[in-house]
């Protein structure tokens, strides 16, 4: 009698461990499209996040360097002209502060810019006259609509413009 119920036993522990039902596997399934449904919403949320505190990360760079680039040439004599030397690189300036060109603020700031850029910056317009603006933009989803810009100072003794954030396309 007890070797009958130790077949029983086995036979039944051994059905057990060929592997999952059907139902099993379609419940775990359900399971995971569940919890993937809930992530994927907070997920892309995050890389919008992200973005936004890339370009703020920009600015602040960007304003960082027009206010050193312009102590350093105010304190330089005589008083800097078309370029100052920072940190052995020959950045232009114009009215005593970083013109709006990769040659200028982009290059005070240390951004990495381009489409194949390795910070993912990018820029728009500038040039070197007096009162023109650069736009400094964050590639990804909508780069112009995820952005701010650079104003070079228009007359001697005004400062630089900075535009407001545009993070509607972040």
């Known amino acids: 009698m007890q070797s009958i119920l130790r077949d029983k036993h086995h036979m039944n522990t051994t059905r057990r461990a060929a ?3 059907l ?3 379609i419940v775990v399934i359900i399971i995971l499209s569940i919890l993937a449904a809930t992530a994927l919403p907070r997920f892309a949320n995050l890389q919008v996040q992200a973005r936004i505190a890339k370009l703020n990360g920009a600015l602040g760079s960007v304003k960082g360097a027009a206010a050193l680039s312009h102590a350093a040439c105010l304190a330089s004599s005589p008083e800097c002209s078309a370029t ?3 940190e052995g690189v020959n950045v232009t ?3 005593a502060y970083p013109t709006a060109n990769a040659a200028g603020i982009i290059t005070a700031a240390g951004l990495s810019v381009g489409p194949s850029s390795p910070d993912g910056y990018d820029i728009q317009g500038g040039g070197a006259a007096a009162g023109t603006p650069v736009t400094v933009m ?3 989803n909508d780069p112009p609509n995820c952005s701010f810009s650079y104003t070079s100072p228009i007359a001697s ?3 630089p413009v900075y ?3 545009v993070t509607s396309g972040c």
């Open 84 to 86: 100052l030397l920072m």
């Open 157 to 159: 003794n005004q400062s």
């Open 23 to 25: 139902i099993e596997l």
């Open 93 to 95: 300036m114009v009215h």
């Open 138 to 140: 964050v590639l990804g």
């Open 163 to 165: 535009g407001i954030l």
């Open 19 to 21: 592997g999952f039902t």
